[in-house]
């Protein structure tokens, strides 16, 4: 029987939703521990070509894969490319991933430290700085623990636009994470208007658009 776990893919997979994402993905450092699949990243482009958000937040930036493809989205319906990331930085190719988008986009952040000692004050500072942008999409990706998970999407609901949404990643997956599921849970009782999302594999997400 085949497992659900298929942590990698041939960046070759990708090359249908971008055309420059093969090469960016091997300009990036291997995935300590996977990546986005190519399913997951089709459906993520798609979703900011549509939406358009201005300004993105994600925690958890690993090697960039995701923070490419929503930087690429936005470069492709001609809106300026502007991502913050945050990370603690558990493995060291996240540094290396980080100063490699970060020479390439001049409006990627990357933020090192624990989310929940400074994804608060990175995204107020950044917002306060550049007051023509607004939170229209927000990521929570990095630590996996109930606590953390939590916190990122309260802080980045505080800040999200009305008609903004917030992608959870793996939430509800077949073989489940217990923080990400009851921070999940939690939010979407506290909160509505969230769907759930699962794909090929071990692969699920929950999608909020903030309605007031």
Same mark, same amino acid.
């Given at each position: 029987?085949?497992?659900?776990?298929?942590?990698?893919?041939?960046?070759?997979?990708?090359?249908?939703?971008?055309?420059?994402?093969?090469?960016?993905?091997?300009?990036?450092? %291997?995935? !300590?521990?996977?990546?986005?699949? !190519? %399913?997951?990243?089709?459906?993520?482009?798609?979703?900011?070509?549509? #939406?358009?958000? #201005?300004?993105?937040?994600? #925690?958890?930036?690993? &090697?960039?894969?995701?923070?490419?493809?929503?930087?690429?989205?936005? %470069?492709? &319906?001609?809106?300026?490319?502007?991502?913050?990331?945050?990370?603690?930085?558990?493995y060291s190719e996240t540094r290396t991933a980080a100063s490699w988008i970060g020479a390439h986009y001049e409006h990627f952040v990357f933020i090192e430290g624990d989310s929940k000692s400074v994804l608060q004050e990175a995204v107020n500072t950044y917002l306060r700085r550049r007051e023509n942008l607004t939170l229209g999409f927000g990521m929570i990706d990095?630590?996996?623990?109930?606590? #953390? &998970?939590?916190?990122?999407?309260?802080?980045?609901?505080?800040?999200?636009?009305?008609?903004?949404?917030?992608?959870?990643?793996?939430?509800?997956?077949?073989?489940?994470?217990?923080? &990400?599921?009851?921070?999940?849970?939690?939010?979407?009782?506290?909160?509505?208007?969230?769907?759930?999302?699962?794909?090929?594999?071990?692969?699920?997400?929950?999608?909020? %658009?903030?309605?007031?």
């Open positions: 029987m085949s497992s659900l776990r298929q942590p990698f893919f041939d960046s070759e997979e990708y090359r249908h939703i971008d055309a420059r994402l093969p090469e960016v993905l091997k300009a990036l450092p %291997q995935a !300590p521990e996977g990546h986005i699949s !190519p %399913q997951q990243a089709e459906f993520l482009y798609a979703f900011i070509r549509m #939406t358009k958000p #201005t300004f993105i937040a994600e #925690t958890g930036l690993c &090697v960039g894969h995701s923070a490419m493809v929503m930087l690429l989205a936005q %470069q492709s &319906v001609g809106i300026d490319p502007c991502v913050m990331s945050v990370d603690s930085c558990q990095g630590g996996h623990d109930e606590l #953390t &998970v939590a916190h990122d999407l309260r802080i980045l609901f505080s800040f999200l636009v009305h008609g903004g949404f917030l992608w959870l990643d793996d939430f509800e997956k077949l073989l489940p994470n217990s923080g &990400v599921n009851i921070a999940g849970h939690d939010f979407s009782r506290k909160w509505g208007s969230c769907h759930r999302f699962r794909g090929s594999g071990n692969r699920g997400i929950m999608l909020y %658009q903030k309605g007031f």
